[in-house]
């Protein structure tokens, strides 16, 4: 819930002050009535009318990265009423997330408005490029490695290529930490992909997403892209 002045300014109707004024003058109306009260709080799904103009008709593209935390689920709306990682951004904005990260999974993550940027990012035939590391329980053999390089059936399918690093080896746990990189993003596909090779994925984290990455975003924080990335992202979709 956000202040009725502040949602009008954010929707890039006027400045805050002027819808102030507005609300003031009695030319505000939320969910059919009008509202003078300063400070009053709406939410994405009321419906505001400014001078007669429908607020959500001159909505701004927003775009977010967020380092999602654990435990968040990757909705807009859960049906259990568990957090959503849309609970973490801060804005009115309609946003929703680009692809999903599983509730256990945790990392790199866009949210946004723009559905050209979201198609773009998703579409298979653009390849953009997602990194993960993921501690798996065991040993990575060669030949294991190959598997997951040249592609390993999921849900029938054999996954394209992908690059994989084996980061480090714990002899203690038998734990190691892989890098991966993949196209792709279907369901569970990183932990899937280990499946497919007799290993268990303990821990996920996406690190990147293209040129994308956590710098500066501890668990749970956010920040907007700058327009330079958004352009950028852009990019990728006509190489
Ligand atoms: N692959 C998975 O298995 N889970 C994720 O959350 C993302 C990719």
Redesign the pocket.
């Known amino acids: 819930m956000e202040r009725l002045q502040k949602v009008i300014a954010e929707k890039g109707y006027c400045s805050r002050r002027k819808a102030e004024e507005l609300i003031a003058a009695g030319k505000v109306e939320v969910n059919g009535k009008i509202v003078t009260e300063m400070g009053y709080k709406v939410s994405f799904d009321d419906d505001i009318l400014v001078e007669g103009n429908q607020l959500s008709d001159k909505e701004e593209k927003v775009y977010f990265l967020l380092n999602k935390p654990r435990g968040v689920v990757t909705t807009v709306h859960d049906e259990k009423s568990r957090k959503t990682v849309v609970d973490l951004i801060p804005t009115t904005s309609r946003i929703y997330p680009v692809g999903r ?2 509730y256990d ?1 945790t990392g790199i993550l866009i949210l946004t408005n723009d559905g050209e940027l979201t198609e773009l990012l998703t579409h298979p035939k653009n390849n953009i490029e997602k990194t ?1 590391v993921a501690k798996v329980n065991g040993f990575l053999t060669s030949e294991n490695i190959n598997k997951l390089k040249n592609g390993v059936v999921i849900d029938g399918k054999k996954t394209n290529k992908a690059k994989v690093k084996v980061k480090k080896y714990d002899k203690k746990t038998n734990t190691s930490l892989v890098e991966l990189v993949i196209h792709e993003g279907k369901n ?5 992909m280990f499946e497919a090779i007799g290993l268990k994925v303990l821990k ?1 984290r ?1 690190e990147k997403i293209a040129f994308l990455t956590l710098t500066g975003l501890k668990s749970g924080e956010v920040r907007e892209l700058t327009i330079h990335e958004v352009k950028k992202l852009y990019s990728l979709g006509s190489k």
Do not use: G
């Open positions: 990260l599983d999974t993960y569970h596909q990183v932990k899937k996920l996406r």
